[in-house]
């Protein structure tokens, strides 16, 4: 029979050697191969919608009548959940490149590159700050400073948060630091178990399950609680350390709903050279009746940072007072303004220092009675609250 020369499929042949790749780069491959994954997904649109229901508990049986009332005692929801993620990357590639380099900048190559330093580092970042999100808008969050000494009372207090919202233990999975790490197998009340009677005279200190939940040493740079991913991945302006992060798989949904690469052969419009493009669609979901499946250990937060400004106002003694930020202005908080010889010192999450005269502020106001040369402290604070969310300063400048 002869030959007949077919397309080559490049995109299922790729995807056979990413089967292969992806689970040993990801750390939160239990997250994305989680058991919610293939349950919802978007049926149609960007939007995956997540059903729940409650009933109503049993009563006691009247044994002597039927009142032939009956009534519907459960309720449905629907949570919406709107994918973010929609990433792409591509590359060209000159056939002499191939050549002069001995094979090595071949596609293969270039993606496994990709794969390794990029994209799955990129969906792992992504999963972390989402997940410690979820813990934060929870309350499942902790400041504690851990040591060698108070770990495993803390990791007590974390378990019996979640047991006393019917959380599993078995299914948890602890993703620390390799400093947090480090000290959970210095913590004196950590029992071993060593089988001496195999002869052979390694020592293992893993730590690879604590009282049924699994530990993962994850590197810090990939426990991060926000990044940019502007191009490619980084550590956002502002990022807390995720030292510790337990988190119930099953109370996650990471759909990953589109994930597609495609190489061109060399081509006249691409002047020779071969062009290659990937496309992956993805996001991590929270359920909102299971949220305290997540909590979190964060380095205690910095102050966030306003830029305050002062130029002089309209008529004679007014200032224009500006204050600007990613924050400012956002839902649920207000900026408030004091004066005085000196800035007033401003703490995160504590509230504004009595001390001073606060008032509050537009983004940009023109103010009066304040004197020039003394410098505004601005704050951003929580408007239910009153804690104090960034802070800025700037000297008073007025009209004359």
């Given amino acids: 029979m002869p030959f007949t020369m077919q397309n080559i499929n490049y995109a299922t042949d790729y995807a056979k050697a990413l089967a292969n790749i992806y689970p040993y780069l990801s750390y939160f491959s239990e997250i994305w191969a989680g058991p919610n994954t293939g349950m919802y997904r978007p049926m149609g649109g960007k939007t995956v919608m997540v059903p729940s229901m409650t009933v109503s508990g049993a009563r006691a049986v009247n044994r002597d009548r039927i009142d032939g009332v009956f009534t519907r005692n459960f309720n449905n929801e629907w949570q919406p959940l709107t994918m973010a993620m929609d990433r792409e990357w591509d590359t060209l590639v000159d056939p002499m490149d191939i050549q002069e380099t001995n094979g090595v900048t071949t596609i293969a190559n270039i993606t496994k590159t990709f794969n390794e330093q990029q994209k799955v580092p990129e969906m792992d970042a992504y999963a972390a700050s989402t997940l410690a999100g979820f813990a934060s808008s929870y309350g499942g969050v902790d400041a504690t400073t851990l040591t060698a000494q108070n770990i495993l009372a803390q990791w007590d207090a974390y378990l019996a948060y979640m047991t006393e919202h019917r959380v599993n233990r078995d299914r948890v999975i602890a993703y620390m630091t390799p400093d947090c790490y480090k000290l959970l197998k210095e913590a004196a009340g950590i029992t071993r178990f060593i089988d001496a009677g195999t002869g052979v005279r390694g020592i293992d200190r893993n730590v690879g399950r604590l009282d049924g939940v699994n530990i993962r040493e994850t590197p810090s740079d990939m426990l991060r609680s926000q990044y940019d991913f502007t191009e490619g991945w980084a550590a956002g302006s502002g990022a807390k350390q995720v030292n ?140 239910y609250n009153g804690h104090v969310v960034a802070g800025g300063t700037a000297t008073i400048v007025t009209k004359t």
């Fill in 244 to 383: 510790m992060l337990l988190v119930d798989p099953l109370a996650v949904v990471a759909p990953v709903v589109y994930d597609v690469s495609m190489v061109s052969a060399p081509t006249a419009q691409s002047k020779g050279k071969y062009l290659y493009y990937e496309r992956y669609y993805y996001d991590v979901f929270g359920l909102n009746n299971r949220l305290a499946g997540f909590f979190a250990n964060m380095s205690a937060p910095e102050l966030g940072k306003l830029t305050v400004t002062s130029a002089a106002g309209p008529n004679a003694g007014e200032t224009i007072l500006t204050a600007s930020s990613g924050k400012a202005g956002a839902y649920g908080t207000k900026l408030m303004y004091a004066s005085g010889a000196s800035a007033v010192t401003l703490t995160y999450g504590s509230e504004l220092p009595s001390g001073s005269t606060w008032t509050e502020m537009d983004k940009e106001q023109v103010v009066s009675g304040l004197t020039a040369g003394q410098i505004a402290t601005v704050a951003l604070v929580n408007a």
